[in-house]
Every structure is written in C-alpha cells, then in structure tokens.
T-cell receptor, first 113, second 111 residues
Framework: EAQVTQNPRYLITVTGKKLTVTCSQNMNHEYMSWYRQDPGLGLRQIYYSMNVEVTDKGDVPEGYKVSRKEKRNFPLILESPSPNQTSLYFC????????????FGQGTRLTVV | QQPVQSPQAVILREGEDAVINCSSSKALYSVHWYRQKHGEAPVFLMILLKGGEQKGHEKISASFNEKKQQSSLYLTASQLSYSGTYFCGTGTKNTGNQFYFGTGTSLTVIP
C-alpha cells in the first residue's frame, strides 16, 4: 500500500531533550516536506527536500533540522525542544515537487513541557 | 506569503452550496485544494496549474484566476461528508520549491 509513515503518533517530552520524528514513504517520491499545524494558522512548511542530500528551509525552520540521506526517509530533528514547538506535525511527499499531489502522513502530536 | 482564505468558517444545511476563496499576495503557478477531517491528515482534492483552469471532482469544483492571484472552491448540493477544514495550497513564483498553505476554512454541513 502506498503510504507515508510517521512515528511516533504522540509524544510528550521535556524542554531541551533532543528528539527525532521519523518519516518514510514507499512511493519513490522526490519531494518531501515537514509542516506544523497550529490553530488559526493552518499548515506552515518547516523544511522541504527536492531529492537526496538536497534540503531547504520553509517558512518556519527555526529550531528544527532535517536530513535526507535516503530517498524514502526524511526525519525531523528537534535538538533542544521548547514549549512553543508544541504542535501537530505532518510529513508529506509528492512525486514531482510542489506542483504535484501531496500525500500526508498521519501526523505526530508533540507536546513539550 | 501565506494565502488568505475566506470565509474562516461556514455552516450549511445539506443540499446548500458554498464557495471558499483563496487569495495570494504573490504570483502563483499552482493552486491545490485539500480537505482535512478532524483528527486526520489532509487529503488531496485537486490541483490547478494554469490560469483560467477549472476542474471538477464529483460536486466539488475549483477555478484559478492567475491574474488576480486567486482561486475559488465550489461545493454544490453539499452532503454531510463534506464537513471538514478546507485548505488551499500554493506554489508561488520566485520562491523556489516552497509551498504555502492557507489558514483554512472550517465547513460544517448539518442535516
């Protein structure tokens, strides 16, 4: 089944404790993105990647890191999480860049206390 | 650069029509529309790539006015299953491969 898989689905952590949210797609898609969703603000792009070893900042990259060492995986790293990073996070992938249909993972609800 | 959607929320009775608008301050080269049910991931509805393009998906259709940097989503004869939050998404010219989602429109269809 074609899908984007995120883990974990829920995470509660403490300020400053490094964490990684994994994202994997099995559709051989070139373009992968991370978004955060906050009430009233919609989805905002954090980082995106056009291909292996190619990553770029989105609209709200501060406090986040990503890597794209393999085509299928695009982990999101929070090296020192803060409470303002409490949010719902989505990973998405698409075949040919931002002009093609995006497939979303099921989301990760992160709470930083 | 985030597109602005209007209205923010709308409540319809089954069978009524609705229009959701998406407006950008930047020149666009694509507009996507997605629907998100509560607690779920957004699901793709359609994409418009050319100015003047119109597309349909069952009783849901959309238009793209490239000159005005606007898109509209039309829902006709609404059904209970149409309830959810609708997002437009835009690829803008001169911003590389970034993608911007609108702030969302909450649509509730009641019997």
């Amino acid at each position: 089944e074609a899908q984007v898989t995120q883990n974990p689905r829920y995470l509660i952590t403490v300020t400053g404790k490094k964490l990684t949210v994994t994202c994997s797609q099995n559709m051989n898609h070139e373009y992968m993105s991370w978004y955060r969703q906050d009430p009233g603000l919609g989805l905002r792009q954090i980082y995106y990647s056009m291909n292996v070893e190619v990553t770029d900042k989105g609209d709200v990259p501060e406090g986040y890191k990503v890597s794209r060492k393999e085509k299928r995986n695009f982990p999101l790293i929070l090296e020192s999480p803060s409470p303002n990073q409490t949010s719902l996070y989505f990973c998405a992938s698409s075949f040919g860049g931002p002009n093609t249909e995006a497939f979303f993972g099921q989301g990760t609800r992160l709470t930083v206390v | 650069q985030q597109p602005v959607q209007s209205p923010q929320a709308v409540i319809l009775r089954e069978g009524e029509d609705a229009v959701i608008n998406c407006s950008s301050s930047k020149a666009l080269y694509s507009v996507h529309w997605y629907r998100q049910k509560h607690g779920e991931a957004p699901v793709f509805l359609m994409i418009l790539l050319k100015g003047g393009e119109q597309k349909g998906h069952e009783k849901i259709s959309a238009s793209f006015n490239e000159k005005k940097q606007q898109s509209s989503l039309y829902l006709t004869a609404s059904q209970l299953s149409y309830s959810g939050t609708y997002f437009c998404g835009t690829g803008t010219k001169n911003t590389g491969n970034q993608f911007y989602f609108g702030t969302g429109t909450s649509l509730t269809v009641i019997p």
